[in-house]
């Protein structure tokens, strides 16, 4: 046992994650049992992120069951998945009951339909009943996240009896530290935080001390809208009812923190062009990734063809005035990147309610006015370079600073209006992703740039 | 008296937003006081917000100071900041004297100095204490934004006196469900949830069932940080220590989302080449918008010049082949749209730790193989367009199709490499956003394929 504890001493010398991969390679069980179970839980989350996954089913055996499953809670789905694959299925049906309702929904999501006929069959018939439930709603919805482990109280009840309740019913609650008082056919009366609960005098009546009315949402609404009003409010857990009102689940702020962001790496994905997977990048594929990618690379390609047609049009033009063409990368890059400023702003600010599709015109109107002021710096500094710095004819360096406030305004207003038509005809507004306006801001920057090179040098 | 009451009736026949604006417009000040005091909190955010800044500054006139107050901490920092301007100094120190520090500390902020000034000196000298303690700290520090007001427990407490403290001195605490147990000189000894204190035995010592070692931060951290931390652990706040190991404060999990919210939309704003400013949308002059994105646009646009220079120089070579001309758009638009695929889904799973920068060579290897195999499905479609359906001369098909693999290939290398690089020199990852990796790929495709045009048809 000296030697145990001499590695345990070393633990803090080095660190956990040192240690246990030193003890792995040496494989010393004992020590590695100590050390494990010693050690941090944040440092056991450290730990177990880069260990291959066969290293990662041993230490689940060594942990103690509580530790084992409360670290298990705290990972992600995708890495969550890949342990209960390598599981023995007895070891996996162990950590599946553990998991309070809605984070088990959530790792059931994920894997294959026979891995959760098998993992359902073990479940008690409560567990399993809930589980069928929470899974028979739409995915992403308020109902398919939400937890039923909620504490429940009735009006009538005084804050002594309250409080015994709490003690005696609510161990295994996801939370107590908001509580929700129903009639008894559970329809939601109000809600209670347990801080105004402890300072209240013990023989006040509930109904006198909760607030009523409270903000909920309802089972078919969207996961984001549970998210928004628990932010907005600052609770610590929104109520979720049925369609008569029947409190029937609680959705917590670390779900919430959850969704804001999966949600937020959709936005990403989207704003790039890419298919969202719910999965951290380490989890996917090389196939995922190139399935995720590639339809999107090949439309974008096939539009963009587009100015293929446009350049070949005006190719007589263009022979008079070769020098025109030169011109063509910078214009087109410059559209691109106003417009991507303009989408990506706006497509945040809708994902954080901060405007409205009632607000459509006053946001173009003022994108319009950014678009002239930045255009107007853009074709001065761009005069400026062409004629002075490179000697340009003064002609070209005038179709190209007129084409680049031109251009900076189509691509700002159609930057900014295409996510909101998008929500206005009920896709996400992210589609109008920057890519997809970089497209089509090209492809409108080479007709205005020849229009304008035609009417000005007369070809 | 009975006229209100219709209008209260109304209230619940159309909403709380209608009402209010009605009888903002009739003027009718004591149905509004009815109304307005009768509204769920949420109904108040949700009118406020849209109403002139004289209208939201009578209704915060019209309400109790209970819940002018609680209404006042839940909105933005950036609206808080247009309320305050327009209340009389009495108002505005009675407002930020009630603020938790935190808030308040958040609020000056974004205030100018003489009103900053002003609003300390009205303080009480204990909470200007406290206020000025936060504002010593560093910007986006872990100390800058927690809170001094947590509860503190001694481990030599049995759980009954511990309760009792919290009944006693707790009642004005930022929150007590999480408690922390510090020694004589405020030393971090362990933490213990206000739940497990509740479930134990009365006699128990706190020493006893406190968990110890617990995961904190230090005041000089990141705020990211502690954002982490908190969401790794599904934790309800995060203790903040001094270089001494003393706890200094707390931050919790209502601020760990508005930090998330910060950061991502301040990624969303680089991502798109835009300078990042904490301000929503609707908050921004045009002359804002125009400062956070015209020095991109003009850094961007010159950079693209490079691409004027290789164009030029290649110019001869065109001018026997100017079909080739036709495809430099799509070739650009591909680069960029793989280029900000690769850039944009690094620099997110860098900013979920997902990926780490030791990780640099395994990513780019497998960005390599994702590049090949995408980039010869654009190029086999782009041939059969090319060849089959346009009926583009073999040669110039297969220049441009080699040169899409290519691209990709370096447009990926690129975009994977470059924000891990950024972070390599200690930049946010961000910087080499999906548009300055365009504008890089676009280059480099222009020289790629005017190489292979040399090469392939021998000019």
Not at 221 to 235: P, V
Not at 403 to 428: H, Q, Y
Not at 449 to 454: G, L, P, Q, V, W
Request: aromatic content about 4%; some cysteine; charged content about 25%.
């Amino acid at each position: 046992m000296d030697n145990v504890n001499e590695k345990i001493d070393e633990v803090n010398a080095v660190t956990v994650n040192e240690s246990v991969v030193l003890n792995l390679k040496l494989r010393d069980i004992v020590a590695l049992k100590q050390i494990l179970n010693n050690a941090s839980e944040l440092d056991l989350l450290n730990t177990i992120h880069d260990l291959s996954n066969e290293n990662q089913v041993l230490i689940y055996r060594l942990l103690s069951k509580d530790k084992a499953l409360s670290l298990f809670e705290h990972l992600d789905t995708a890495d969550q998945e890949k342990l209960i694959h390598s599981f023995t299925d007895e070891a996996a049906i162990e950590i599946i009951t553990g998991l309070e309702p809605d984070d088990r929904v959530r790792l059931l999501d994920e894997l294959p339909a026979a891995v959760v006929k098998r993992m359902l069959a073990a479940l008690s018939p409560s567990e399993r009943e809930v589980t069928n439930l929470l899974m028979g709603y739409e995915e992403k919805t308020a109902g398919r996240i939400m937890t039923p482990e909620y504490v429940r109280l009735l009006k009538i009840m005084t804050v002594a009896e309250a409080i015994d309740r709490i003690k005696k019913t609510a161990k295994d609650k996801e939370t107590i530290y908001t509580l929700y008082i129903t009639d008894d056919s559970r329809r939601l009366d109000g809600v209670l935080s347990l801080r105004d609960l402890l300072f209240a005098d013990p023989n006040d009546k509930i109904e006198d001390i909760m607030v009523t009315n409270p903000a909920k949402v309802s089972t078919d609404d969207d996961q984001e809208e549970a998210a928004r009003l628990l932010q907005k409010l600052g609770l610590l857990s929104v109520p979720v009812v049925d369609k008569e009102n029947r409190l029937v689940g609680i959705i917590t702020v670390d779900d919430v923190i959850d969704i804001i962001k999966e949600e937020t790496t959709e936005d990403f994905a989207k704003m790039a062009a890419i298919t969202p997977v719910n999965k951290p990048y380490n989890s996917m594929s090389i196939m995922d990734i190139v399935k995720a990618r590639s339809p999107w690379l090949l439309i974008l390609m096939i539009s963009a063809t587009f100015t293929h047609m446009i350049i070949e049009s005006f190719e007589g033009a263009l022979e008079i005035y070769p020098v025109l063409y030169a011109a063509i990368p910078m214009l087109m890059d410059t559209a691109g990147n106003a417009g991507a400023q303009s989408s990506t702003t706006i497509v945040r600010a809708m994902s954080l309610h901060e405007v409205r599709l009632r607000n459509l015109f006053s946001i173009i109107w003022k994108e319009i006015r950014v678009s002239v002021i930045c255009g107007v710096i853009l074709a001065i500094v761009n005069f400026g370079r062409m004629y002075l710095l490179s000697g340009t004819s003064p002609e070209v360096a005038v179709v190209v600073s007129i084409t680049l406030v031109l251009t900076v305004f189509v691509a700002k207003t159609i930057g900014s209006a295409l996510p909101m038509l998008a929500e206005r005809v009920k896709l996400d507004p992210a589609v109008m992703s920057s890519t997809v306006v970089t497209t089509i801001a090209d492809v409108l920057a080479l007709i205005v740039y020849f229009h304008i090179a035609r009417v000005l040098l007369g070809i």
